[in-house]
Structures are given as structure tokens and as C-alpha cells.
């Protein structure tokens, strides 16, 4: 990850404090191979559900790119607002604004109809020692965490059963692949991760 967007491994975060790791994170008997960010307890892949993937195709910075959906169908346009360059624009395939992000000294976000206008960094916390991000989406708190060449999207959750992931963003030459389970997809979470993933990956300062 850009240093604009620290993680590492870590605890899992705590939905009663946003700035908070929760002390008692769920620990694999046999967990996955460590990597630069630390071990992330996973489902076995074999009991992973279906996913669909979401690719954003650019020249030059992910803040102006198209977003193709399964079967290579045009789903998401991601664009700079021309005139002044302090926004970027977020387009169904109808062409439709749905979010804008506000580049500000504290970036500002708003989703028409999902997410009030509200800093970036109220909506996804850097957790207190720095090792991922909380993100509150229809009615609950996920945890953005990563994991080897990979940024997850989990559920937050306690006790002894390990968090499953339910989106993921992984990063390749000029493009950046959102990848989500038909549960994501079920609960609404398709235009909030495409939003999510546009800040994860912006290279800019967002809290």
C-alpha cells in the first residue's frame, strides 16, 4: 500500500470505537503464511463463495477511470471535475453521478442515497496504531485489512470464529481489480466498495 494509506497486520478493529483495536482479535491455529503486512486469518479458499470482478482501467491515476464489470460490461466512470481538478466524479453506466469526492485539506465524501456528506476520514478511520481501516456501510462496521498483495474487506467480528472475506482490491500495471462475493453484492455494497477502492488506491492523503 502508499504510505498515504498505512496498514500492517494486526487486531481486528472495535464497532464501538473507531479508533480502536479490538485487544482479544481472533488468533488461526494454523495460520496463513506470513507476509510484509502479517498474517490474516482466511476461510480455506475451497469454501470461498462466487466472485465478480470489477476492473478500473487508466493511464495515469485511478481518480480517471473506467470501471468493467463481469462479461467486460461498462459499469462505473470515474472522473476529475475539469474546471477545477477539486473533485472526482463517480458515473453509473446510465451516466448518472451517484458520489462525488471533495479534495479538500480533509477530503469530503457523499454517496447520493447511501452516505451523507462527510469527511473521508470519518467514514473510513485509520485505527489507532495505524494497521487498517473501518468503513460503517448499510447498518455495519467492515474492516479493511491487508493481506500479502491484497486489500480485504471483512466483517468486524469477535471471538473464535475467523473473519470471512467478502471484497477484495488487488493492484496491477494500470489497473486495480475490485473483486466482490454475491454476498456484497446482495447487501448493497457494490457502489460503496467501488468508491472505497478509488480512495484506497488514490495516492492521495484522505484522513
Same mark, same amino acid.
Given at each position: ?92 453506466? @446510465?451516466?448518472?453521478? #451517484? *458520489?462525488?469526492?471533495? %479534495?479538500? $485539506?480533509?477530503?469530503?465524501? /457523499?454517496?447520493?442515497?447511501? !452516505? ?15 494497521? @487498517?481501516?473501518?468503513? #460503517? *456501510?448499510?447498518?455495519? %462496521?467492515? $474492516?479493511?485489512?491487508?493481506? /500479502?498483495?491484497?486489500?480485504? !474487506? ?54
Amino acid at each position: 500500500m502508499h504510505t498515504n494509506n498505512p496498514y500492517a497486520q494486526g487486531g481486528w478493529f472495535n464497532p464501538d470505537k473507531a479508533d480502536s483495536i479490538n485487544n482479544t482479535a481472533w488468533s488461526p491455529t494454523n495460520p496463513p503464511q506470513a507476509s510484509i503486512y502479517g498474517a490474516l486469518p482466511f476461510s480455506s479458499p475451497s469454501t470461498q463463495q462466487s466472485t465478480y470482478k470489477f476492473v478500473f482501467s487508466y493511464r495515469s491515476t485511478i481518480l480517471s477511470s473506467t470501471v468493467n464489470g463481469p462479461n467486460d460490461k461498462a459499469y462505473f466512470r470515474v472522473s476529475n471535475d475539469k474546471p477545477s481538478k477539486g473533485k472526482t466524479l463517480f458515473q453509473n453506466h @446510465q451516466g448518472h453521478n #451517484f *458520489a462525488v469526492i471533495e %479534495w479538500q $485539506s480533509h477530503p469530503v465524501i /457523499e454517496i447520493r442515497e447511501l !452516505l451523507e456528506r462527510q469527511n473521508v476520514a470519518a467514514w473510513l478511520p485509520l485505527s489507532a496504531d495505524k494497521t @487498517q481501516r473501518a468503513m #460503517f *456501510a448499510r447498518g455495519k %462496521w467492515y $474492516s479493511w485489512v491487508p493481506y /500479502e498483495n491484497t486489500i480485504c !474487506l471483512c466483517t468486524a467480528t469477535y471471538g473464535s470464529t475467523p473473519p470471512s472475506p467478502i471484497a477484495k482490491i488487488l493492484r496491477g500495471d494500470g489497473t486495480v481489480t475490485l473483486e466482490l462475493t454475491a454476498q456484497a453484492i446482495q447487501v448493497g455494497l457494490l457502489e460503496i466498495c467501488v468508491v472505497a477502492t478509488v480512495l484506497l488506491q488514490s495516492e492521495r492523503t484522505i484522513d
